[in-house]
């Protein structure tokens, strides 16, 4: 049985949040606060993810990383967040006609798996704060291999694409992550060197 939960800190805080954040730059905030108070929790790694209305900025779902926790490699905040997502607006597509266009924000350029899943979820719009590489370089995680035109291959989709936002903000919480001796793990049960 999959059984992907959210860490109880997250219902409690989301419920002293807004419902709707009307710029981008304060969807990437929440999340970048997310990722932080997720590793620092230890209830998971430091990425967090959120799907919004992109007009309304209405907040659908919010996801963190719980692959650890949860022993389960896709539970990556992004897939986290565009299930939840989903099973909230009971549909399998975030881009269905009925449905108004949807974002997701993520404090990281997601990786080779979360990257798969983005066209199959129905948003509209892919908001990164940290590159990958930015992501590699400080934290020692192994993203995995990356269509080299990424970029143009979601746009070809209908998918906007929108890179550093607030990228120094979400490389300090990798910064913060990587000084604290966070676990950085990889596929194939490879720790990441010390």
Known sequence: MLNI???????????????HFETLEARMALVIRYSQTNFRNETGGPFAAGVFEKSSGRLVALGVNRVVPCNASIAHAEMVALTLAQQTLQTYDLGASDQPEHQLVVNGRPCAMCFGAIPWSGIRSLAIGASGLKI???????????????????????????????????????????????????????????
């Open 5 to 19: 939960s959210l860490p109880s800190w997250v219902s409690r805080q989301i419920a002293e949040e807004p419902t």
């Open 136 to 194: 590699e370089a400080i934290t020692g995680f192994d993203e995995g291999p990356i269509h080299p035109n990424w970029q143009h291959e979601l746009q070809r989709r209908g998918i906007e694409v929108i890179e550093e936002v607030l990228a120094d903000r979400a490389c300090e919480v990798f910064e913060e992550f990587a000084a604290s001796g966070g676990r950085t793990y990889n596929g194939r049960g490879n720790e990441a060197a010390d």
